[in-house]
DNA sequence: GAGATAGAGAACGCAACCGTTCCTTCGACT
DNA sequence: AGTCGAAGGAACGGTTGCGTTCTCTATCTC
């Protein structure tokens, strides 16, 4: 995620700045440090044209790389994406158990929020708003990302259930993907980043009285 | 809608199926016909490749017309996109009262379902999905159906108040925007349609409950 | 230090789309 | 019927991305 990016790259500058005679004593990176940058601009360009308009010269420009690099690795754009995804998608298996279910779901939401503002999370809004739902992708998003979540969700509850915090007719599938969805339809309209104070609200005026014993 | 779509063009042939010597004996449409002939085309185009890969080229190709036809009418890809999401984003103020909340909710969440599984809910998911949140389209999108909506629902919620429906307290934004958001993201997770089951569950298990007296 | 490996970058021919122009033919209006 | 504006196309030169191949050289391995 740091990767070597010497400057502040937005304007994707074709190809290093053309200096004709100048070599461009610039380090290069090989082996996973390439790699890193590439899926970084991947999630940059992502985020910023789509998939549909992400292009291999768009993504080896913002890597400060050249094409045949990327090209020796990956057959097509798809398998790049689907790569990309595999490799920066967060793993999500903190197993936090705060006490009581509000703050076990604060923490939660908390991270929600942080990758939502994060250039994954642009990059995820953009595969799930552009793709028809029939695409490798969105299993992959499904799969590392969504169902993920929604386990660790009821996960949280029936803890909170045993504990005597949640009614144990409350956890039902719907009632656990009230917040997400709130946070991810405010990231949608609002755009990054989601206040911590709507969570708040989302917490204290739909999801605790939800489940409330 | 109907538009004289003469075959089902769903393969984007590149320009009316190349008949050398044939005139291509089909009717000539203009004005109005046209017009909406290539709002459809955009709207399909949207959908199926996202806004930045979309090019005036294969609007004009899946409206089956050429591209002067177009850059006579707009200047550029964002005004037409623009223009068409004026045409026909749907203007929602239907004016209902069917005696409680439930039944008022469960319609507006129904014409939201069916709104969704058009091709206008297909564009309007892969804009939102694909742009920046400082863009004109989102502007539109928001004006023109998430705050009528928005109103539509506290409209409700309020009626529901004043017949003792609702208890007072609960008419808050993050509550009035549960239900929308629960099945928008059912959309985005699930793809078109959603299933009305989904939305009665919606509907029983999470805003009744939180809006009941 | 010598040799092998692979990154950076330029260049290739090819295809798509750009925005424009032109021409023919249709359709609407008088 | 005659006129006129516009639709349907095809073609223009220019630009961009494609996927490949080439050279050069930095970096790693022995």
Redesign the interface.
């Known amino acids: 995620m740091q990767a070597a990016r010497l400057r502040s790259s937005t304007t994707l500058a074709t190809a290093a700045d053309k200096n004709p005679g100048v070599p461009l004593f610039r380090c290069r990176r090989r082996g996973v440090a390439l790699e890193t940058a590439i899926y970084d601009a991947v999630l940059q360009q992502l985020?910023?044209?789509?998939?549909?308009?992400?292009t291999i010269e768009g993504v080896a420009a913002a890597a400060r790389t050249g094409k045949a690099a990327i090209y020796r690795r990956w057959p097509s754009k798809e398998e790049l994406v689907a790569d990309t995804l595999d490799n920066v998608l967060p793993s999500l298996d903190l197993p936090l158990d705060t006490g009581n279910v509000r703050s076990d779901l604060a923490e939660i939401f908390t991270v929600m929020l942080e990758m939502m503002a994060s250039p994954a999370g642009g990059a995820m809004?953009?595969?799930?708003?552009?793709l028809?739902?029939?695409h490798d992708f969105i299993t992959t998003l499904?799969e590392r990302v969504?169902a993920p979540r929604k386990a660790l969700m009821t996960e949280i509850m029936l803890r909170g259930v045993a504990r005597g915090d949640v009614r144990a007719d409350a956890v039902?599938?719907?009632?656990v993907?009230?917040g997400?969805?709130?946070l991810?339809?405010?990231l949608?309209?609002?755009?990054p980043p989601v206040d911590p104070a709507?969570m708040e609200?989302?917490l204290d005026?739909?999801v605790m009285?939800?489940i409330r014993p």
């Not at 985020?47 to 992400?54: D, I, K, L, N």
């Not at 039902?172 to 009632?175: G, I």
């Not at 949608?188 to 755009?191: I, R």
């Open positions: 985020s910023t044209v789509g998939f549909g308009a992400m809004q953009a595969l799930m708003g552009e028809g739902h029939d499904h969504l039902k599938p719907v009632v993907e009230a997400p969805a709130l991810v339809h405010r949608l309209t609002f755009g709507y609200a989302v005026d739909v009285p939800l």
